[in-house]
């Protein structure tokens, strides 16, 4: 087992404390679950940039890179849903679209073609992990009084709603809409395979 697969891997323990940190209900459990979330997210970046940098790129990293990314990112979207943050309606969204890319992805496979991640389907995880970072910030702050002005000025930001809330739903709605149109351009770069 290389690096960048061992970083992978250790993206799905890092997921999995991040579930048990998050379902503790506790100002320290969310502040954990953030730290943990965030360096998840960080490790996608450093295992894809370490396997091409070093020439480590393996039939197990290609296969564990997106399943460790989509269970990391649909648990969390769940977890957003569960806590009255994220509508469910989005949530299921979210996760359709990641089983059909991956639907679509196996059927290329075995047709010898290959589907490659387009610019829109990378700005769809920024934006993604943009919400879902903010909205782990707003569950570990939101509810905290008297907080010193730096602390404040996240909690502000981070409002999912209400007067001055805008990070939340404006990076939500970018990252449903480019959901969608990703989604969309996967279908129809594929729709070749579906009909044969």
């Not at 943990?36 to 890179?65: E, I």
């Not at 890319?101 to 610019?119: F, H, K, S």
Request: hydrophobic share 55%; glycine share 8%; proline share 4%.
């Amino acid at each position: 087992m290389n690096l960048p697969n061992t970083i992978t891997l250790s993206r799905l323990f890092l997921t999995a404390g991040f579930i048990a940190f998050i379902a503790s209900e506790s100002t320290w459990g969310h502040l954990t679950a953030l730290i943990l979330f965030v360096v998840a997210a960080a490790s996608d970046f450093l295992d894809g940039y370490l396997a091409r940098k070093l020439n480590l790129v393996t039939p197990l990293g290609k296969l564990l890179d997106p399943l460790a990314d989509k269970i990391l990112v649909c648990s969390a979207f769940v977890l957003m849903s569960a806590k009255g943050i994220c509508p469910v309606w989005i949530t299921t969204l979210i996760i359709g679209r990641e089983f059909l890319v991956t639907g679509l992805r196996q059927i290329a496979i075995e047709a010898g073609q290959v589907l490659a991640a387009d610019n829109l389907g990378k700005w769809k995880t920024a934006f993604q992990l943009t919400y879902l970072i903010a909205g782990l910030i707003w569950l570990t702050l939101g509810t905290i009084e008297g907080l010193n002005p730096f602390l404040a000025f996240f909690q502000n930001l981070t409002r999912p709603r209400g007067d001055g809330a805008w990070l939340l739903p404006i990076s939500l709605g970018l990252a449903v809409t480019l959901t969608v149109v990703s989604g969309w351009n996967y279908l129809w770069s594929s729709r070749y395979l579906l009909k044969g």
